[in-house]
């Protein structure tokens, strides 16, 4: 029996413009810094069922600092 790849997100807090959206949509994945309130993960590998949520906080990114990387095949 094969283990099913996980989906992984990745931020970039240099390109973040600390607008929050990430951590308003996942708060379960996504956390603000207290020093300069630039994106933290909390989770890298979230379960799939908050990955409707992590996808929306992607594409709500106003700098695009959240990357969704999908297992190859």
């Known amino acids: 029996m094969t ?6 997100v990745r931020v970039d807090p240099e ?3 600390c607008s929050g959206m990430c951590v308003l949509t996942a708060p379960e ?9 630039s994106v933290r ?6 379960p799939e069922h908050l990955l409707p ?4 906080a992607a594409d709500l990114c106003p700098s695009r600092a959240i990357a969704i990387v999908t297992p190859g095949p």
Do not use: I
Request: aromatic residues 4%.
């Open 3 to 8: 283990q099913r790849a996980t989906v992984s």
């Open 15 to 17: 390109r973040c413009c």
């Open 29 to 37: 994945v996504f956390d603000q810094s207290e020093e300069d309130g």
């Open 41 to 46: 993960l909390r989770r890298p590998e979230p």
């Open 53 to 56: 949520a992590v996808r929306q």
